[in-house]
């Protein structure tokens, strides 16, 4: 059966409105409507596959139905002109997609819809290609729920813009007890809210719905009425039908109403307008001036589930779901053919053809396959290179079913080991993991073509090699499962499907990365992004890839017996909230606890934010109840208890190999400043100022024989703010070596330094780091514990005294707002599109970002460049193992090295952090050593 997909606009744009938080363009223009629309339209042609669609709108609030009746819709509040802005970006991108639009002067969009169905129930008699024709609405006002009949179906949402479900006849008898046209009928006495359709006042859901299913139609209760002229002469009948003598009286009084709320709830089945069914059609839209949409939206997580992005590799014209089933029939009937331009590598006659054509290249892409995703204990199953478009070679390694039996990959290793051929790849950490624990050298890294995406376009993560492959070169990749011919597998093992096929993969994936990076390359250039990526991110790659290869060794017996000291204090504090509460509950459910602290123990929710659900119960919030209730300091501890046994107590033993060392993932392309991030574990999140924190480092220890050490940089972001805004009072605290924060207490409250007390330098250290941070007079009244009046005046004098660099941060926003980016000081940028945005919380958002980047990014450059540093100074300086990079915390280097060598290697560890740039205020270094990472604080 054919499908009409016909699409209500208005009521997605303004659902999608209102669901979504604040999303902007490249010019700081709101768009989240835009999104939210889009997302629902590509959601829905994925899923129902449609041979025709058509979008309806409305035209203006001047309808028949306005004429007839004034109030109609009257209690409606008139919508932010950032919704209205929205509406020709979408109508745009249906231009894009060639969706056929529909809008009628004097009827709304339902009124369009239900014109369109009515023609298609009717001309499906007639054959041709009206037969089998069935229509879906697709919508966010259940309004439309009248026009579904055994030809009609009604695709809405349930909440939000992601929860769908599809409506019928029976679903809609199920709901609401009976058939969809009788709708009208319940409209008419229920009324509507939303609309100012009145309905028979005192007459509810129920009694409605009782109504409708006892007589079927208004017109069959009034004739059953208009009978009777006293209501105790049939007492019996009416009250079987449900009709107590409070509503016959209301039913009898308010006829008109009721007849006129019918009017007002009916959808127009005949609105005048002319309908082609041809130019509704579906066909090859306009794939580039689409993604060039989505591009300047940033709606890059979106350009992947583009339909035609599934087939555009086809030339021919017609349906492109029908397209998309013969390019995955394809797929499986190929599978044994290698595709023109790709090599199979499979006999040593081929292999010593490659190698002849692999060491004439200066510079070539490759890209590993294997049989699962831990490169420290899969296998390497092959190696695909690519050095022209559309040519590649793919080297099966012998447990991949290759035909090589005993093959010497001697020459192989050499040119991986050469560093004067430059290598190029996708994700090149995972590569050279995988091909050392195969044995393989890996010298001569260049270019990382997932980095530099990150570098051109920090504040997405939308870095794999599928959607670069079709955001930037058009390009739809075949994707694992479809190799493999299943769905929603989370494990696939290369090994165990057909070379051929697998070579074809992984040729395409060498191929798209040479692509990448002939497309990427210049863009670096051309954004002077290439230092950061020469001179950082490429060299990080050996140094975290040796990092990761070493892990960090855990006592499990000290992380269990927290654990479980962990459980009987969390036991305690539920017993105790309990109390306090009356009654038991789900302390970890925030619906629950919402009510337990504001309906049943009546807390004041002064000041507290607001969500969808109603009252935040976030930590954040719950920390401005403190004083407010003796149950609030328990929740706050049983929170932190609770997150720290199931994030960190009870996974990390999980996550250790045989040596008891963990493996965390560090990752380079997830935090928009730069910052090196973790994962599996994730180490950055254990809390670095708690009692609980420094206990939890306590289990990461040293091998017999070596000892932790820690090596932090003091101060940093405020030395990098000192140095950036050149401000001489902060620099001359550095350089005298006084403690900034005494001095900064010192200067606002005007007291000789020795007079400071620990209160006042607390202040000051908020102060500092919130200036930093964009911390407005709330943000630093809630951080230092004062009040919106007295943390006013600290910024104003805060500001008096450091006046350089208040000029500073004054002037990195205007440059953020004239260039739409800010810089670090070694040229890593961070692109703000809102920074211009009239939506004031989203400008406001920007602008501290503007402040925070140059400062925090140069900081996360810094510990890079010192990374590397110390990672060749290690390698000259020590034997293998004798000194081992561990981990990078925030501002904080961790080693494990041996006894004997922990001074010298102390030495040199505070000598090459400290010197690996030279600022104008200085870098200071604080180093520990002891036999846990716990022990070094």
Not at 730 to 748: C, K, P
Request: proline share 3%; with cysteine; aromatic share 10%.
């Amino acid at each position: 059966m054919k499908k009409f997909l016909i699409i209500d606009a208005n009521s997605l744009i303004h659902r999608a409105f209102h669901a979504l938080p604040p999303l902007t363009n490249k010019k700081g223009q709101l768009v989240n409507a835009v999104y939210g629309f889009t997302t629902i339209f590509l959601k829905a042609l994925k899923e129902i596959k449609p041979d025709y669609v058509a979008c309806c709108f409305d035209v203006s609030r001047a309808t028949f139905r306005k004429a007839e009746f004034a109030a109609y819709k009257a209690n409606r509040k008139e919508q932010p002109t950032e919704l209205y802005q929205q509406f020709p970006y979408i109508k745009e991108l249906l231009a894009a997609f060639k969706v056929k639009v529909f809008e009628l002067e004097g009827y709304e969009a339902d009124d369009i819809i239900g014109t369109i169905s009515k023609i298609i129930d009717e001309r499906i008699k007639t054959g041709g290609v009206w037969q089998e024709l069935k229509s879906i609405i697709v919508s966010g006002d259940m309004d439309v729920l009248q026009l579904v009949d055994d030809n009609t179906e009604v695709y809405t949402l349930k909440k939000g813009i992601s929860d769908t479900l599809i409506y019928d006849e029976s679903a809609v008898q199920e709901r609401f007890g009976f058939e969809p046209k009788k709708l009208i009928d319940y409209k008419a006495l229920r009324g509507d809210i939303s609309d100012n359709i009145p309905g028979v006042k005192g007459i509810g859901e129920k009694t409605a719905i009782d109504l409708i299913k006892n007589f079927g139609t208004l017109d069959n209760l009034y004739g059953f009425l208009e009978k009777i002229t006293d209501y105790q002469k049939k007492v019996d009948e009416l009250k079987d039908k449900k009709i107590t003598p409070s509503i016959f009286k209301k039913l009898k009084e308010q006829k008109k109403t009721a007849y006129q709320s019918r009017m007002l709830s009916e959808i127009v089945r005949d609105a005048p307008f002319k309908f082609d069914l041809d130019a509704c059609q579906i066909e090859n839209f306009d794939t580039e001036k689409v993604i060039g949409l989505f591009r300047d939206w940033n709606f890059n997580s979106l350009i992947g589930k583009i339909p035609q992005a599934e087939s555009m590799m086809y030339e021919k014209q017609g349906n492109i779901f029908d397209k998309l089933k013969t390019h995955n029939s394809e797929l499986k009937s190929n599978e044994r053919k290698i595709k023109e331009g790709y090599n199979l590598v499979d006999t040593k006659e081929k292999y010593n053809q490659f190698i002849k054509k692999l060491q004439k290249q200066k510079i070539f892409a490759l890209d590993t396959e294997t049989d699962g995703l831990d490169p420290f204990k899969n296998k390497l199953i092959g190696i695909s290179f690519a050095w022209k478009k559309e040519e590649a070679w793919y080297s099966p390694m012998e447990n991949q079913k290759s035909k090589i039996k005993n093959q010497n990959y001697g020459e192989l290793a050499s040119i991986l080991a050469d560093e004067k051929i430059k290598k190029v790849g996708h994700n090149l950490k995972f590569d050279l993991e995988i091909l050392e624990t195969a044995g393989f050298q890996v010298k001569g890294l260049y270019f990382d073509t997932m980095i530099a995406s990150y570098l051109l376009n920090p504040g997405t993560r939308q870095h794999g090699l599928d959607n670069l492959a079709f955001v930037e070169l058009g390009y739809r990749t075949q994707s694992i499962e479809d190799l493999a011919q299943e769905k929603n597998k989370t494990k696939i093992d290369l090994s165990k499907i057909a070379v051929e096929q697998v070579a074809n993969y992984s040729c395409e994936d060498a191929d798209i990365t040479w692509r990448l990076y002939e497309k990427l390359e210049p863009k670096i250039k051309t954004d002077n992004l290439l230092k950061v990526l020469e001179d950082i991110e490429i060299p990080l790659i050996s140094v975290l890839a040796e990092m990761e290869r070493y892990g960090v060794k855990i006592d499990i017996k000290f992380l269990n017996k927290m654990s479980a000291e962990l459980a009987k204090r969390i036991q305690e504090l539920e017993n105790k909230i309990y109390q306090l509460a009356g009654l038991k509950f789900n302390v970890a459910s925030p619906m629950q606890l919402k009510e337990i602290l504001f309906d049943k123990l009546k807390i004041s929710t002064a000041g507290l934010a607001r969500i969808k659900t109603g009252i935040s119960t976030a930590a954040g919030e719950l920390d401005k109840l403190k004083g407010r209730h003796e149950i609030i300091d328990l929740i706050l501890e049983f929170r932190e208890l609770s997150k720290l046994k199931n994030t960190y107590l009870n996974p990390l033993p999980s996550l250790a190999d045989e040596h008891n060392r963990v493996h965390t993932s560090f990752n380079q392309t997830i935090t928009a400043t730069g910052r090196l991030s973790s994962s599996e574990p994730n180490l950055q999140n254990i809390p670095i100022r708690t009692d609980l924190g420094a206990k939890i480092r306590q289990a990461f220890i040293a091998e017999h024989g070596y000892k932790i050490i820690a090596a932090d940089y003091s101060q940093i972001e405020l030395r990098i703010a000192a140095s950036l805004s050149g401000d001489e009072k902060m620099l001359q605290a550095f350089l005298d070596g006084r403690d900034i924060h005494t001095e900064t207490a010192s200067e606002i409250f005007n007291v000789p330094r020795s007079d400071v007390t620990k209160q006042m330098r607390r202040h000051a250290k908020v102060i500092n780091f919130g200036v930093i941070y964009g911390l407005g007079a709330r943000g630093l009244a809630l951080g230092a514990g004062v009040s919106y009046e007295e943390a006013e005046e600290f910024i104003a004098k805060y500001f008096t005294v450091f006046n350089e660099l208040h000029d500073y941060l004054e002037n990195t926003i205007a440059l953020a707002r004239n260039f739409g980016y800010t810089e670090t000081l070694f040229g890593r940028r961070r692109y703000l599109p809102e920074i211009n945005a009239t939506h004031q919380q989203l400008k406001a958002q920007a602008e501290r970002m503007a402040i925070n980047h140059p400062i925090q990014g140069t900081a996360a450059d810094l510990i890079k460049m010192a990374m590397i540093k110390l990672s060749e100074r290690i390698k000259k300086e020590f034997a293998p193992g004798e000194v081992r990079m561990l981990l990078q915390i925030h501002d904080e280097l961790v080693f494990e090295v041996r006894e004997e060598l922990i001074p010298r290697a102390e030495k040199i560890i505070k000598q090459e952090m400290e010197a690996v740039y030279k600022m104008k205020a200085p870098i200071r270094v604080e180093v520990t050593a002891g036999n846990s990472w716990g022990e070094c604080k």
